[in-house]
């Protein structure tokens, strides 16, 4: 009794239904994707409160203006991207605990942060195992140096810091100095690079002290270091608090020499901090601090002055280069995810790797199996404090 015509095209008409309602839910999808459900998760681990603030509160404020900005532009291929932020306080545990976090439960494409040297080396091995990129807002060399295949860092390397510290001090004549540095990562870090390419750079430390990262009073090692005889120039590598009290009471002792700070002064509360003090102060940075002083053609000043622009007129304060540090981070991720094209952890590591001729706030950036920092020694300023403000030294 069945007509096999009528069978047949009953049998077509319910396959182009049936193509037609996948088409429907396909384009749906793509709606919903280009929309934003399907998203484009990437964790942050920044010191937003505690010790360490100073780095990464202002880093917080910039990565969620990145983003902010990004996604009311259609985000990266119509997908948003979507920010997991943890506060570590600046505490290694706590990072850790974040990290873990952030790769097993909210399989994020890619971490950035954390703020500190010390944390970042806390969680370099767990991000290496699980294949998680990791873009650090710290400084240390030791955190790309051996490299890892995941790991890379934003803010310029500490030898390339001292490269520029030796250089004008020899410029200055000085070749007889004193170091001292905090007791955390970044000031152990630092000593390190500055006794390893003293011999090098014909410069000889007579006197190389170690305090405790919260001291808030430095005189005791200041005056020892008064009574060596032969010291020229002091150079002090720490994060906050230090870097306005050894100024402070170098002037109190009456030592007239020049104070050398690491490329961790990069903002201008330091100098509020310290006052009158902190005048003559020289240090290497990126050129954020000093973009008016940019010719017009320069790679970076576009992006500087954009950025400074934004953060300023959001935040109501000065801008810094930590934040700086987290906009390249962000940056360099998104940048990546543009020309994998998919958010696929393998092709964004490669890619990341393959980045040349990144224009970023701490110079620009090229990436490459060996060099997971991707900047040289053209990516620092040296600057100065000039009436309480910062200013390219000029000799």
């Known amino acids: 009794g069945l007509n096999p015509e009528n069978e047949l095209m009953k049998r077509t008409y319910l396959l182009v239904a049936g193509i037609c309602a996948l088409g429907a839910q396909c384009l749906t999808q793509n709606i919903h994707a280009a929309a934003g459900g399907d998203s484009i998760k990437i964790g942050a681990i920044f010191s937003v409160t505690g010790p360490a603030s100073f780095l990464g509160a202002p880093e917080e404020k910039t990565v969620r203006l990145f983003v902010d900005k990004l996604n009311a532009a259609g985000g990266i291929h119509g997908r948003r991207v979507e920010l997991v932020l943890k506060d570590s306080g600046g505490s290694p545990e706590k990072a850790v605990s974040f990290a873990k976090q952030l790769i097993e439960e909210e399989k994020v494409l890619a971490i950035i942060g954390p703020s500190t040297s010390g944390e970042t080396m806390q969680i370099k091995a767990l991000c290496e195992e699980n294949e998680m990129i990791l873009v650090s807002c710290a400084a240390a060399e030791v955190i790309v140096n051996p490299t890892a295949k995941y790991v890379f860092k934003t803010p310029q390397k500490d030898s390339q ?127 954020l601090l000093v973009v008016d002083e940019l010719p017009d053609n320069h790679p970076q000043k576009a992006l500087l002055a954009a950025y400074k622009k934004d953060y300023e007129e959001t935040y109501k304060e000065d801008v810094s280069t930590f934040g700086g540090h987290a906009y390249d981070a962000i940056l360099v991720v998104t940048e990546a995810l543009k020309r994998a094209r998919r958010p696929d952890r393998a092709r964004v590591r490669d890619a990341i790797e393959n980045l040349k001729g990144l224009a970023g706030t701490a110079g620009v950036f090229n990436f490459s199996p060996t060099d997971h920092t991707g900047l040289d020694l053209t990516s620092f300023e040296m600057l100065t404090v000039k009436d309480g403000k910062f200013a390219i030294y000029r000799k």
């Open 161 to 287: 810091a001292v490269t520029w510290i030796y250089r004008t001090m020899k410029d200055k004549g000085v070749r007889k100095i004193a170091v001292v540095s905090s007791n955390d990562g970044f000031g152990a870090a630092g000593k390190k690079q500055l006794e390893d390419m003293a011999p090098a750079e014909g410069i000889e430390i007579l006197a190389n002290e170690v305090y405790d990262k919260q001291a808030t009073d430095l005189t005791d090692i200041l005056t020892k270091i008064k009574g060596t005889r032969g010291v020229q120039a002091i150079v002090n590598w720490s994060i906050v608090p230090a870097q306005s009290i050894v100024a402070k009471n170098m002037r109190q002792l009456g030592m007239e020499m020049p104070l050398f700070q690491s490329h961790g002064f990069g903002n201008r509360k330091y100098v509020e901090q310290a006052g009158v003090a902190a005048e003559g102060t020289l240090f290497p940075a990126g050129r």
